[in-house]
């Protein structure tokens, strides 16, 4: 067992905030929080917060590294190092949309990864390629396809963690939807011009989940509702959201918030190699991405992924958007969980959890990454 102390800060826990805490941790996970205790390393926050380690269900690429360049075992470490140094403890590697050939190898990659214990890999998320030509932003139309039984049959393959697939609700039937849903595969709606009606009956058939909510979707007219129309109505689907100030103006941001339970988003960062590297630019698909002011760009100005990290996201979430830090915490962790199916595994600081934390500064600004109780950044 190892005991770490934090004092004069703030602890977001499902009980409250606390100013000082003791975590025990054992076998990777918290065995107990106490008030006080004997520890075996004390941290004096000097005001500022240990949150849950974040959770990012949209990563793209780090370091230097686009994963449908490198599906790979080294890839995917690199992008995981990348990231923890911005507070993300678990993450799932994120596929644009390829060819079947690509999407197997990130497939047993991401297996491959998680069997040689890579911290932070949870799993995989397959973003297209059956999406909507009409709202296919930076993806290559030339990848999109068909769902068939041999691209379902690969989808369903029994794997080590969890996959996670963004799609296009009317390009694919409602019995297609409820068999990649029975099989286990998170489904979300994504990069779809479908309209509120195929969207709701696609959440009632087992989509449970919006990819990167207001972008890249059918919007919400007051004849023609579309997909932000179904997300906002629904009060269990899980959203996520990409608040870098450029991808969604902050006002829809707070109006969806008065909308839905605060417990239904999720904070990703649809990062690109620029995360945690100095990329002044990148190469997807043969397409020059120009990363400038903040953004990913496409030379026709097309928004391509973000060069946002967890931190900034967590930060922005509180800053901008007005949050209370816990809830910018249950976003940015409880809620990823929760959405993956692992709420009684990760996301909170509780024992029996997996000690994932991290410490920022009064400022927000990450200081310190653990990953089951050992300090990776």
């Known amino acids: 067992m190892t005991a770490f102390a934090f004092t004069n800060g703030h602890i977001v826990t499902p009980g409250g905030m606390l100013d000082r805490a003791t975590f025990t941790v054992a076998g990777g996970r918290i065995a107990a929080i106490s008030p006080d205790g004997p520890a075996d390393e004390t941290i004096d926050l000097n005001g500022g917060w240990i949150v849950p380690g974040f959770i990012d269900t949209q990563v793209n690429g780090g370091a230097g590294v686009l994963f449908n360049d490198s ?7 690199a992008i995981g190092r990348a990231h923890a140094r911005y507070g993300t403890t678990a993450f799932l590697p994120t596929l644009i949309s390829d060819t079947v050939e690509i999407v197997a190898r990130a497939l047993d990659a991401t297996d491959a990864a998680i069997e040689a214990g890579v911290p932070g890999v949870i799993g995989v998320h397959i973003e297209g390629p059956v999406i909507s030509v009409t709202r296919k932003g930076i993806h290559d139309a030339e990848k999109f396809r068909r769902l068939d039984e041999d691209f ?14 963004t799609l296009a609700p009317e390009m694919v ?3 297609d939807i409820a068999r990649l849903h029975a099989a286990g595969v998170i489904l979300s709606i994504g990069h779809s011009d479908a309209s509120y009606d195929v969207a709701k009956a696609a959440i009632a058939a087992g989509m449970t989940g919006v ?3 207001f972008n890249a979707m059918s919007p919400l007219l007051h004849r023609a509702p579309g997909v932000v129309g179904a997300a906002l109505e629904d009060q269990s689907i899980y959203c996520g959201l990409i608040l870098d100030g450029f991808h969604v103006h902050d006002a829809p941001v707070r109006i969806a918030m008065r909308a839905r339970p605060h417990d239904r988003f999720l904070l990703v960062t649809d990062a690109m190699p620029c995360v945690g590297a100095d990329v002044a630019e990148f190469d997807l698909h043969g397409r020059r991405i120009l990363v400038e002011g903040g953004r990913c760009l496409g030379e026709d100005g097309t928004l ?5 990290d967890m931190a900034g996201a967590f930060r922005n979430a509180v800053e901008r958007i007005g949050l209370s830090h816990a809830d910018a915490a249950m976003m940015a962790a409880t809620s990823p969980a929760a959405f993956l199916g692992l709420g009684d595994e990760r996301g909170a600081l509780a024992p029996g959890l997996v000690a994932d934390w991290v410490q920022l500064t009064r400022d927000l600004a990450p200081v310190g990454t653990w990953i089951a109780g050992t300090r990776i950044a």
């Open 304 to 308: 391509a992924g973000s060069s946002l």
């Open 211 to 213: 990819t990167h909510l």
């Open 71 to 77: 599906p790979d075992v080294d890839g995917i470490a």
């Open 173 to 175: 039937s409602l019995e």
């Open 152 to 165: 379902l049959a690969l989808l369903t393959r029994p794997r080590r963690g969890k996959v996670m697939l």
